[in-house]
């Protein structure tokens, strides 16, 4: 059954948020201040979620989406508002997120350089007779083949195939190649014409990126995050990283530390990584395949975390508080948990020096969020 309600304000992440029949309802593509026609697409005890069937009282700031799938493809959240308005509502809502835990903070965001076409990573899924992305709060799929995020040589690659399952892509900034793997339950089979892998470099060695691990989306903002990171990181005597990943950051942490440590979960990446500190000039280290759990080291006086979106964990954390550490380099893809795993820090006796987001996912909900805690 239809219904029509006032939205209020902005929620985390770029979804407007009214209230009908005393639950508080999430509505994708909408605007504070909007008269909305909705239809119900999930209800809970406490909170609902709807659809825009019809704008009755559009807002002011309300603009036409530059692409043709928004908003039914789930890719985008914020297209029907100017990008320097989307970068406001951003560093409000994640202000918004680390009040609710408690913590009080300046939130500077950073832009991305590029806002179309900046995606040079990405999954697409089978879509009827091609690719595709997630439909929003759908298990279906929509062929996105005017996408305005994702780059154009991806796009291209991508165009007129038939699905055999999932293809991951990526593109290398710095040289422009592109490299697809098709990814069916297990396994993976080469894309006829591509390699499995790219080249990037980000300005602190070259890495290898393999299309089906994983690596940042954007590389103009991954860029400016690695130069920040570097300034943040300078005057350890020894540090240690959890999270490594395929060395991205790893190699920001080799170039202004004389000793650390590097692990990372997965075998297969942690390996990847090691090969990429090798190629890099740093012969004798090397990413450890090992979870977050298997401690901190006491001679460290500085960790570096770059974490999945369930965040660090309560017993990380724990280790973290009992460690020596004076330094917490914390770079995370979702302020939400990040706020989260915050709070027990900043009791325990960290404080939080700086916060900082970048527009990681321009047109998106989501930003990343670099936060440095020192005690």
Not at 101 to 108: A, H, K, L, N
């Amino acid at each position: 059954m239809s219904f029509e309600l006032t939205i209020e304000r902005w929620a985390w992440p770029g979804l407007g948020l009214g209230y009908a029949q005393d639950k508080a309802c999430f509505v994708a593509a909408a605007l504070p201040g909007e008269r909305l026609l909705l239809e119900p697409i999930k209800e809970g005890k406490t909170h609902l979620e709807a659809r825009i069937l019809k704008v009755l009282e559009p807002s002011p700031d309300r603009i036409e989406p530059a692409c043709p799938h928004f908003p039914e493809c789930g890719g985008c959240a914020l297209l029907h508002l100017a990008y320097e308005k989307q970068l406001v509502i951003k560093a409000k809502m994640v202000k918004e997120l680390y009040k609710r835990q408690g913590i009080e903070s300046e939130v500077g965001l950073v832009p991305s350089p590029e806002v179309w076409h900046y995606r040079h990573k990405t999954r697409l899924q089978p879509a009827g007779k091609g690719l595709g992305l997630s439909r929003y709060r759908s298990n279906s799929s929509l062929a996105v083949p005017q996408c305005k995020i994702i780059s154009k040589p991806i796009l291209v690659a991508a165009q007129g195939l038939s699905p055999k399952g999932d293809l991951a892509l990526i593109q290398s900034k710095s040289s422009g190649q592109v490299a697809a793997l098709w990814c069916i339950g297990n396994k993976t089979e080469p894309l006829k014409g591509f390699g499995q892998s790219v080249t990037e470099d980000y300005g602190f060695g070259a890495l290898e990126l393999k299309a089906n691990l994983f690596a940042q989306a954007n590389p103009f903002v991954t860029a400016k995050i690695l130069s920040n990171l570097a300034e943040a990181m300078k005057g350890s005597r020894f540090a240690v990283e959890h999270f490594a990943g395929a060395g991205t950051l790893t190699l920001v942490l080799a170039s202004v530390v004389g000793d650390f440590l590097a692990f990372e979960g997965d075998p297969k990446t942690a390996q990847l990584g090691t090969k990429n500190l090798e190629r890099a000039g740093y012969i004798t280290s090397r990413i450890e395949a090992a979870p977050a759990t298997s401690g901190i080291d006491s001679r460290a006086d500085l960790l570096l975390v770059d974490p999945p979106r369930a965040g660090l964990g309560n017993p990380f954390i724990e280790q973290i508080l009992a460690s020596k550490l004076s330094k917490l380099v914390y770079l995370s893809c979702d302020p939400q948990t990040q706020a989260r795993d915050l709070s027990p820090l900043i009791a325990g006796g960290f404080r939080l020096q700086s916060l900082t987001g970048y527009d990681m996912y321009a047109h998106a909900g989501h930003l990343e969020a670099l936060a440095i805690l020192v005690r």
